[in-house]
């Protein structure tokens, strides 16, 4: 099933109803349409044709929810990226993806005269500026009419997502019709929504997570409550006023949210269903989501841009620190790590053995190569399998464990140190507000472990944070920081990955 049908089905079941709310606008499942009709075809008008890519340069908003479907209308690509991204990685995206059209917003005309086209692309803007070759509102004053239907195969491309590009180049991720109709199907299934779900649409859109909140909550004829911008203050007040049930979030922004100085001035008893993805949540975070919402349902969701779903895991109350089980759709392996990339998908290691996540390429939700990256492609697709690049293990219970990436990996003394178990030790002094953990060259060692700290308070010294690291049970000696070093805040990437040498340069 193509999404422009999800999208007729659901107006079909509820033409009246609130379908979207950003600030003080809302739109009914029947103007939403009226828009996406008027706006596909404009698009037509302007010769925007089957399988012609649109990129995207919107924060989330009404106007990118009307773009989205009137370019699966038309069987057009809808490929959103990350307007605060630097100058150089949105002009590689434009021209990586030959764009036809550029729709961009506020400081966009900033750059968009500065970019130097393989093919000038039609350039839309939000508002009037002298860089544009029309605004929105132009495309919305569009009637009705010659409009062609296009025939859409489920295998068809709807989108391309840029991935965060945290090592490098980022890479475009296309996704079929399929793709994203199974994903959204799984998300539902997993995280347990129900018809008429009033959800946060709190990640960005350019985001699988934000992707599936949107479509997941059109495909159940429920309640988007949109945030341009995401800050604590402002998710808080639309929880509350809007009887948000369903919150799908990063860490990042369950910390802020549950950490806010006027959490009790809001009303929260309508949400009943949490999940997280895109990192890692600490046990202490787990605990507090817990007591703050008490939720009926409260999932982690482990997979990627690629693949949508790896695992879940719902008992997060016995096991916070899991990643859980295979989705509905997936079939996972753990086998040997091997960073020069000649493991086998039959190096497998037993339970609680560490080695690469890799996840069979038959399920619906998996793509099917990057987007003009064939090199990328070959070496992340072997023998009908995604070697994700992440490290982890099975337990006995058959339940997955993410310990980071195959390049985070610290090799001190001849043995392998995985950050992410020393930054949960770390992050359990009452002292340390935020932390990460890198390897750094050693003369004899091979690599020593240092720990980057972000102190909730002044007075905090390496001393003490290695008598707690010393006397932890957890934490073996050999893999104790050997060096820490005191930063103001952890770089992250907008779902919450720690960029971990962009922090080190930083404080440097």
């Not at 030959?98 to 729709?103: D, F, G, H, L, Y």
């Not at 989108?159 to 991720?173: M, R």
Request: include cysteine; glycine fraction near 6%.
């Amino acid at each position: 099933m193509n999404l422009s049908i999800v999208f007729e089905n659901a107006v079909s079941r509820c033409p009246k109803k609130v379908a979207l709310i950003e600030g003080d606008r809302q739109y009914t499942y029947g103007e939403l349409e009226e828009h996406v009709w008027r706006v596909a075809s404009a698009f037509q008008r302007l010769g925007i044709r089957q399988r012609d890519r649109v990129m995207v340069l919107l924060k989330n908003r009404i106007e990118t929810v009307v773009i989205f479907f009137a370019l699966q209308k038309i069987g057009a690509v809808f490929a959103p990226v990350n307007p605060y991204m630097s100058f150089e990685i949105i002009k590689y995206c434009a021209n990586d993806l030959e764009a036809k059209v550029i729709i961009y917003e506020g400081d966009g005309q900033n750059w968009i005269k500065k970019i130097m086209f393989n093919d000038r692309p039609i350039l839309i803007s939000l508002e009037d500026d002298s860089h544009s070759d029309l605004t929105y509102q132009e495309l919305i004053n569009y009637k009705r009419e010659h409009f062609e239907e296009p025939i859409i195969s489920d295998d068809d491309i709807a989108l391309i997502l840029y991935t965060s590009g945290v090592t490098g180049t980022p890479k475009g991720v296309p996704r079929s019709h399929m793709n994203e109709y199974s994903s959204t199907i799984a998300h539902i299934f997993q995280t347990r929504l129900d018809m008429g779900e009033v959800c946060l649409g709190a990640v960005p859109f350019y985001h699988t997570m934000g992707m599936r909140v949107l479509l997941s909550t059109i495909m159940l004829a429920g309640k988007l409550v949109i945030l341009s911008d995401f800050d604590p203050i402002d998710a808080l007040k639309s929880i509350s006023k809007e009887k948000v049930t369903s919150l799908y979030l990063t860490p990042t922004m369950y910390h802020d949210i549950i950490h806010c100085s006027k959490l009790g001035d809001y009303e929260l008893s309508s949400v009943n269903k949490l999940a997280y993805a895109g990192a890692k949540m600490t046990k202490a975070l787990t605990d507090k989501c817990f007591s703050t919402f008490n939720p009926k349902h409260f999932v982690n969701h482990y997979g990627s841009t690629e693949i949508y779903t790896y695992t879940t895991c719902s008992e997060l109350n016995e096991k916070p620190e899991s990643a859980g089980k295979p989705g509905i759709h997936q079939n996972i392996r753990v086998v040997r790590a091997d960073p020069f990339g000649n493991a086998t998908i039959d190096d497998l290691v037993q339970p609680e053995e560490v080695g690469e996540i890799i996840v069979n390429m038959n399920s619906p939700e998996a793509f099917k190569g990057y987007w003009n990256r064939p090199d990328l492609t070959k070496k992340a697709i072997r023998n009908n399998w995604f070697f994700t690049g992440d490290l982890g293990f099975f337990d006995q219970a058959g339940d997955l464990y993410v310990l980071g990436r195959i390049d985070d990996m610290i090799i001190s003394a001849g043995e392998n140190i995985y950050p992410m178990e020393v930054e949960e030790v770390l992050t359990q002094h009452p002292q340390v507000a935020d932390c990460a953990v890198i390897g750094e060259p050693h003369e004899r060692w091979g690599q020593i472990v240092v720990a980057l700290i972000v102190p909730k308070e002044p007075g905090l010294n390496a001393q003490e944070l290695d008598r707690f690291c010393m006397q932890h049970e957890k934490l073996p000696n050999f893999k104790r920081p050997r060096k820490y070093i005191f930063v103001p805040e952890i770089k992250r990437t907008v779902t919450g990955k720690v960029l971990r040498n962009q922090t080190l340069q930083h404080e440097a």
